[in-house]
């Protein structure tokens, strides 16, 4: 079965930085589109980065020249480099699989998801 497994994640002061993993297994990883989301306390899930099979990528507003998605097709990862934070980052982060080619941003375009890793950005 298809397994999404996110690392990285912790307690870091803002202005400090993160590098979020997603191992993916039991799926033809270069063939899927690949996206980060995150979900704070109260507030629904939105979408952060995404990266498409042909390696095109696509950020949130919020994530634009702080964070970088990247994949690695050899070891069937995929990276959000987080960096610049602010404590409004503070969230989890999910990890997710779309068998589309290009890096969608609705949740509904992602088949499969991570169990998620929290991120947390004191002051």
């Known amino acids: 079965q298809v397994q999404l497994e996110e690392s990285g994640g912790g307690l870091v002061q803002a202005g400090g930085s993160l590098r979020l993993s997603c191992a993916a297994s039991?799926?033809?990883?270069?063939?899927?589109?690949m996206g980060w989301f995150r979900q704070a306390p109260g507030k629904e899930r939105e979408f952060v980065a995404g990266i498409g099979r042909n390696r095109i990528t696509a950020y949130a507003d919020s994530a634009k020249g702080r964070f970088t998605i990247s994949r690695d097709n050899a070891k069937n990862t995929v990276y959000l480099q987080l960096n610049s934070l602010k404590p409004e980052d503070t969230a989890v982060y999910y990890c997710a699989s779309s068998s589309r080619t290009w890096p969608a941003r609705p949740a509904e375009s992602y088949n499969y998801w991570g169990q998620g890793t929290q991120v947390t950005v004191s002051l």
């Open positions: 039991g799926l033809t990883f270069s063939s899927y589109a």
